[in-house]
């Protein structure tokens, strides 16, 4: 079943008799658990028609290079396949999406896509919905309590909108069947080979500096695997020791997440059927942590500026803007982790080489950068920007929310102090006390090496 909350036409034309319903796939980098993939074939066995399915691939997508795209094309590569054995052709195309679906949708009935929630995305929905002369519908798969059906308003904190999604919740944790189209088709319009990588990144022309990684790769059934070796391996003790950034406890999920290669429905609903206890605070973090950065981003347009945090947090930093800072670094040297302090050049170097940083050395990180730039404007413009190049998972509402919490976005004002105001503060001591940080380090040493990661 599709929650009709899930749905919602975005403009008024009226289907026609055409030769198929066409699919845009943006965000939901999937075929299983899609609710837009589902809604679409469902539309296309009303019509008796056929469905094709396109992508419009971007070389333009701000912040992303290299890593990023060879993620991607994996990803792509595993839905092409899919798609294929069940009959439905695959269009991918380098062009800018909003225009490019305008003329895939030139002979189709409808069209259905998906939900992604940065602006980029909300532009490109917007701009098709308006060019095209047939009718758009989005279908809504990346949460699993649809964003306005959870909260009418950008919430506070946590605490604000737990409540509401538990009401909503258990409602939209169903599963969704799998469906079959009728009318196969076997091929369709020209598309790029995305399985070539090498030649798509060279015609995309895309910034190759920050290079692929090769710990984690691209593609709906990777996600699978992770999944289920979190599940096997790791879910037992993620409530205990999920913020010791010497062992690994984390699911690893994220870039999976933010490329839409697996649905966050699928993860809870079989992260549940576990019956491990600690499925409540992974839950906690997939559901209300997670759906509160898609909130935070549907409802703040400032959402990737300085100028989104709250008003107090905005006031204490500016009052303690001109505080003298003990150490000072610019953000080539942070980029290059080169600062005076091991553990949070071992965060950046795991985030220069593996694109991904442990989940509490990523709060630590971003505090830092607080205290050591010339003034929180720079700090937030510096963390956002490293965040968003080397993450797998950057441009993400999660690292939209991420980087905001570090200077008080869904939190409270603390003790007064030096620079953060009464934002709150993380120092090494609180590493050292709690965790093995120096065997972290260490570990980062070995894997990571210690010189500059970037090749420039
Ligand atoms: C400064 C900063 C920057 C961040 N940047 C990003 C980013 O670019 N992309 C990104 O996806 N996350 C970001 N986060 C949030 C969080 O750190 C990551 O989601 C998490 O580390 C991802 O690793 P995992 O999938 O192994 O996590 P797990 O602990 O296994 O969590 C499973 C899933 O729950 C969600 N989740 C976990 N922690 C959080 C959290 N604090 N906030 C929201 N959702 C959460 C994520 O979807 C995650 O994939 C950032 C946090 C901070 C403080």
Redesign the pocket.
């Known amino acids: 079943m599709i929650h009709p909350e899930r749905i919602q036409r975005l403009n008024e034309h009226k289907a026609r008799r055409e030769n198929f319903v066409l699919y845009w796939m943006q965000q939901s980098q999937r075929t299983t658990c899609n609710h837009a993939l589902a809604h679409a074939i469902d539309l296309a066995n009303g019509l008796s028609l056929p469905v094709i399915v396109y992508f419009g691939l971007t070389p333009l997508y701000p912040g992303a290079n290299a890593r990023h795209y060879t993620f991607l094309l994996q990803g792509l590569t595993v839905v092409r396949d899919a798609l294929l054995r069940h009959g439905i052709p695959f269009i991918v195309r380098i062009e800018d999406p909003a225009t490019g679906v305008v003329e895939m949708a030139r002979d189709a009935a409808l069209a259905v896509t998906d939900r992604g929630y940065t602006r980029i995305q909300r532009t490109w929905r917007a701009e098709a919905a308006r060019n095209m002369g047939c009718p758009l519908v989005q279908v809504e798969s990346d949460v699993v309590v649809p964003v306005e059906t959870a909260s009418s308003k950008e919430e506070y904190t946590a605490a604000t909108l737990r409540p509401k999604l538990k009401q909503q919740r258990d409602r939209f944790l169903v599963p969704l069947e799998e469906r079959e189209i009728e009318n196969r088709l076997g091929t369709g319009p020209d598309s790029l080979d995305v399985s070539d990588s090498e030649k798509v990144l060279a015609r995309l022309g895309v910034d190759e500096r920050v290079p692929a990684v090769n710990w984690i790769s691209g593609g709906q059934d990777e996600a699978e695997k992770w999944l289920e070796k979190?599940i096997k391996e790791k879910l037992k003790y993620y409530d205990t020791l999920?913020n010791d950034p010497s062992k690994d406890y984390?699911?690893?999920?994220?870039p999976y997440?933010?490329f839409g290669h697996i649905s966050p429905l699928r993860i809870a609903l079989r992260v549940m059927s576990s019956g491990h206890t600690a499925r409540h605070a992974?839950l906690e973090?997939?559901i209300v942590?997670?759906e509160?950065?898609m909130n935070f981003v549907h409802y703040n347009n400032m959402y990737d500026r300085y100028d989104s945090l709250p008003a107090w947090a905005l006031k204490t930093l500016e009052e303690h803007a001109a505080d003298r800072r003990e150490y000072e670094y610019r953000r080539k040297e942070l980029e290059e982790a080169r600062t005076h302090d091991p553990y949070w050049n071992a965060a950046q170097r795991e985030l220069l080489v593996k694109g991904?940083m442990h989940?509490y050395m990523?709060?630590y990180?971003?505090k830092k950068i607080i205290e050591w730039s010339a003034s929180p404007r720079k700090a937030f413009d510096a963390?956002l920007y490293l965040?968003?190049r080397y993450?797998l998972?950057?441009c993400?509402p999660?690292?939209y929310?991420?980087?905001a919490?570090?200077f008080g976005k869904h939190d409270r004002p603390w003790r007064e102090r030096e620079i953060f105001g009464t934002v709150r503060y993380m120092n090494a001591r609180g590493l050292e006390r709690k965790f093995d940080i120096r065997a972290y380090a260490r570990a980062v040493e070995e894997e990571c090496g210690s010189g500059a990661g970037d090749r420039r």
């Open positions: 979190f999920r984390l699911s690893h999920l994220s997440l933010h992974f973090e997939l942590r997670r509160l950065a991904k989940g990523r709060m990180w971003g963390a965040n968003d993450s998972d950057g993400d999660n690292g929310a991420g980087v919490w570090c």
